[in-house]
């Protein structure tokens, strides 16, 4: 699928973008400052083999870009030597699609459509500055597949208004219409309105633990229905590092979502082995078991205090076993309940 190719992204801060999200400085987010120029895309193109790359355009609403510019970046990527080895991606958002855009795109050999959705909840959205209201994602996403993209759903948590059980809500209805997803938990950029709202005591932010907790039970959500999760948490970057004023910001925080849905496969399968003494692992997937700063592993022992962690070539990717008890990955994710486990 188009989301294991290499991602080349160009991004055009905040261009294109008819409300100014409260969370959103892309600015700060990208750490790009302005737009590339299409002479300047052309002549990055040409330093890349593009074999195998996708073109990504990001950090803006790409087709809230007026037709004219939308052109001039399509045609830079369009050049005949680069045309056949590329793809190319762009994100935007629900209430920039049309049909006008989509043939647009569609000539231009656009393969792939990121949707920022946020959330499907119009309390959330209102809150959030959003500017438009749930029921223009569906059409919108029925659009993109009726010209043949990929598209993929951006959603958020923590936005202010947004519980965890309206974040639970967004998942389903993204597993409904996404061919991929991501999940950024909302940290408070300097300078946002949020920012403002946190400063003034009127937003309370996700702490990194509530953030891996709820990513975790949407991921179940997604892998249950084979739906990829290519992104959880925003990308690490040193000048966004000093931009977070608060909230869940975490360089690893994908590897903390998924450690913790290996914490709780291993606790469905000690709870069903008799005398657990060790706990079998493939070697590849011990990084997980053990966890962050070896948090699992601490959490493990405290309930199981002669618990061994030990790697092994022969188990099935995923699986864990222990006292003759093999838990497969996909045993483990279809014996939870969504809402209600652990
Ligand atoms: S979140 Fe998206 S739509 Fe909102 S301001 Fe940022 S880039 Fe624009």
Not at 99 to 109: A, M, V
Not at 237 to 256: E, M
Not at 298 to 315: A, E, N, R
């Amino acid at each position: 699928m188009s989301a294991k190719k290499n991602i080349l992204p160009f991004f055009i801060p905040m261009e294109g973008c008819k409300h100014n999200c409260i969370f959103c400085d892309q600015r700060q987010i990208s750490g790009r400052i302005k737009s590339p120029t299409p002479a300047e895309i052309r002549a990055e193109l040409a330093l890349f083999s593009l074999k195998n790359m996708e073109i990504a355009f990001y950090g803006g609403s790409f087709t809230g870009l007026s037709k004219e510019k939308q052109l001039q970046y399509l045609q830079a990527v369009n050049e005949p030597n680069i045309k056949k080895q590329r793809a190319i991606r762009i994100s935007t958002r629900p209430d920039c699609i049309n049909q006008d855009n989509c043939f647009l795109l569609k000539g231009y050999g656009v393969k792939t459509v990121e949707l920022g959705v946020q959330s499907f909840n119009n309390e959330v959205l209102l809150a959030a500055g959003r500017g438009y209201k749930n029921e223009v994602i569906e059409p919108a996403v029925r659009l993109l597949r009726e010209f043949g993209f990929s598209v993929g759903i951006q959603l958020m948590t923590g936005l202010p208004e947004q519980t965890k059980d309206l974040s639970l809500f967004d998942a389903r209805q993204a597993a409904e219409l996404a061919d991929f997803v991501r999940i950024y938990p909302t940290v408070v950029i300097e300078n946002t309105p949020l920012a403002e709202l946190y400063r003034r005591g009127l937003y309370e932010p996700q702490t990194v633990e509530e953030a891996v907790d709820l990513a975790a039970r949407m991921l179940v959500i997604f892998q249950r229905r084979q739906i990829a999760v290519i992104r959880l948490g925003l990308n690490p970057d040193v000048k966004l590092a000093q931009a977070v004023l608060a909230g869940p910001y975490h360089p690893a925080f994908g590897h903390l979502v998924y450690s913790r849905l290996k914490l709780w496969q291993a606790l469905v399968l000690l709870q069903r082995a008799r005398a657990p003494q060790k706990i079998l692992c493939p070697k590849a997937d011990l990084p997980l078991l053990i966890g962050h700063k070896a948090e699992n592993k601490k959490l493990l022992l405290q309930s199981y205090p002669l618990l061994k962690i030990v790697g092994d070539q022969t188990l099935p990717a995923g699986a864990l076993s222990a006292d003759g008890v093999v838990l497969l990955y996909k045993e483990f994710l279809q014996g939870l309940g969504e809402n209600n486990f652990l």
